[in-house]
Each structure stands twice: as C-alpha cells, then as structure tokens.
C-alpha cells in the first residue's frame, strides 16, 4: 500500500524443458516447503526451497493458476524466479488422469511398508492433489 | 553398343532413385533438428538460472559444508556415459564420438582407472566393443533394468549398451540417469563420471567432447558481489542439496538434447552432400550415355551409307 509506484512483480517459470511463464504481474503465491508463501512487490531478497502445490499471479485483472512440483525459487528486486522441475498450466490439465494418478498414490502408500516407497507415494499424492486444485481453481470455484 | 546404353540407363535410374532418397532423407533430418534445436535453446534459461543458484549458494555455504557429490572420493572407478546415435547415414557423427570415447578412455585407464563405459546409442557401442573392449561380454540393459541393476552403471571394467531409445530425451529419463550416477557416486563405487557426447554448435559444426560431471566442478559463481545477503529458506545446506542433484541431472539432459541436435545436424549435412554427388554423377552419366547414343548413331549412319555406296 505505502509503495504504489514499483506495484509489480516480475515472475519467470522456468522448466528444464522450457521458459514456461514471462509476465509482470501484482503478486505471486507459491507453494514452499515450509508452506504457501505469497510475493508482493518490495519483498525482500529470499532464496527458497519449493514443495508441491499451486501457483497463482493476478495481472491485468486476472488470475493464473498453474500446479507446480519441487524445485527453488529466487525472489530479488520485484523479479521472481522460480526454477520447478515439473509445472502445469491449469487449462491444459486432465483432471479425470489427475483423479485416477491420486487414487493410484493413496492405494501404493496404504499398500507399501517400506518408507522410501511412503516417501515416492506420498510425494506423488501431493503432486496429483495440486493438479486437481489447480484445475478447480481454474475452472471458477476460488476458495483459496 | 546397345548393351552399353542400356547399362547406363539402368544406372542413371538408380542414382536418380538415390537422390530421391538422400533428399528426402535431408528434409525430414531438416525438420528434426529445427525441432531437436529448439530443444536445447528452450531448455537454455533453465540451466542458466541452476547454475547461476548453484554457484552463488555455494559461495555462501564456501568451504564450511561440503557436499559428498562436490569431493572427489578413493575409488578408482569411472564410468564413461557415451552418447551416439542408433542409427548411421549421418557422416562423421558416430566415428568422431567413438574416436573421442576411445581417446577419453585410453587417457583415463593410463592413468590407472578403472573404465565401465555406458553407451546410450549403439553405434558407439558397436565400434567401442569391437576396439576396446575385445575380451567384455557386454551387457545390455533398457533403462529400467539398467537402474534397478547397478553394477551395470559402473564400478568395474565393463560395456553396457542402454536398449531404451534416446532419440527423444525427456528431463525424467535423464533425472532418473543421474540418480542412478549419484547413489553409485555417493557410495563410492565411481569416483568419476565423464560424458561423451557432441556438443552443437550449429547445423554444421559438431563438436565431440568429454565433461567430467562428477565430482561437480562448482559452477562458475557470477560476477559482482552481491549487495544484500538473501534470506535462506530452509537453510543453505538444504538448499545446495535440493540443488545440486538437480545441477546433474540438467547436465545429462542438456547433453541429451545436444547429442541428438548434432546427430540431425550432421545427418541433415550428409545428405545434403549425398544428394549434390549423385546429382554430379547423374549429370556425368548423362552425359556419357548421350555420347554413346550419338556413337551408336553415326556407326550406324556410316554402316548405311558405306553399304549404299557399295552397291
């Protein structure tokens, strides 16, 4: 509120594949491993680990929402940088694979004893459960 | 000479058939590598971006924590990962990887190594077994088995040829790969992991190269000191080690999707040259064949006219 001028944020998705989002935006909120930390421009310099979940940024009015997985982000002057090693727009999901991969996780984690196949199921759990959130943010149903 | 023209006109028609082919052999090595260069370029900020982090946490964290895949360990072992293709008919792409793996290995070994070579692509691996590794019953292994079976990554002399095809690398494949490296690595059966591979540098110029990717050799830290120190979430140590698997397998990617951008470079080359000699010789053949049919005319016209005259 107090700094109205520099009221933007820069935030650049990258992938290992490609440069999946370039845009000035209000503010950024992603998933951290310590949870969901939201980006307002005139944040302080932070270099951080990154969980799984979902990414949104307003611009122009409207809100992106994207699932994102792993990864670390670099937030210094206004510009957020996030390196993820998997990330999806929200359009572009299938939320009936993203139901079905969920469904697959939770069965190998009750199944599994062993702590490092917990460990895999959980984690993909996580990521199926962000997609399906992402896509029904996307979709209209705001509740965040 | 009729029997003459009529071989010749046989081989016109097949060296136009194999113009045919080597053209339409370059348009779609074309298309490939547009695609296979895009690849690489888009997969470009990324790595940047990694490195970059990882150079400037590292400056943080200096000497104070070391991480294991940064020190050399005891083991004399290394594994060389070969990148080649799975098909020829791309000129010199193969023979130059292989000729650069044997010169890696020969240095390597004289220096009292002990070298398993992992070959992704098997015309490397066809040359290699054949030259260097005579008395090794190679393995083979997809990719799958090849990481649930580790001994087939390295740790003793050794050949493995990877069935599983490269020719579209995703950043799984590879990241899989480099856990693979990484655990065999940190239990330290390999000391040492070297890649061999062309690196791109356009549709004409391939270059064979060796990296040693681990130990990692710290990135290059950025120039400038930086003003603010940033705040560190959850600690610089358990960023770097967020950071640095992730560093290698961006490594093996990249070089992934340089190999397979060189190979349709150098294919969509060799074509080229393919088609510009048969159209040389077609224009040759051409050529000797219309002398031949006037030949075969005038020794007719002449037999005629000297039997004319006779009469």
Redesign the interface.
Known sequence: MADKQSGEVKL?V??????LVDVVCDEVYFP???GRLGILPGH??????MGTGVLYFNHGGTTTFMSVSG??A???DNVV?L?V?VAEDAPSIDVSRAEKALQRAQLARSGRNVEADIATAGHDEARALARIEAATLHSGARKV | MPANLKDLKGRIKSVKSTQQITKAMKLVSTAKLGRAQSNVVQARPYSQGLSHMAGRLLEVLGESGQHPLLQANESKAVTVVVLSSERGLCGGYNANVSKQALRTIEELESSGHTVHVVCIGKKAFQVLSRKWGKGLVPRLASLEDALDAPSTLGGDKGLTLITTPFDKPTYDMAFRLARGFEALFEEQTIGKLVLVFSRFQSALTQVPSSETVLPIEPPVKAMGATAVEPIFEPSVKALVEAVLPRYLANRLYQALLEAVASEHGARMSAMDNATRNAKDLERKLQITYQRARQAAITTELIEIISGAEAL
Request: aromatic share 0%; proline share 4%; charged share 20%.
């Open positions: 650049v990258l992938t290992p594949t490609r440069k951290s491993t310590l302080a310099a932070l270099v951080c680990q990864g670390v670099d937030v210094k940088t390196l090693d």
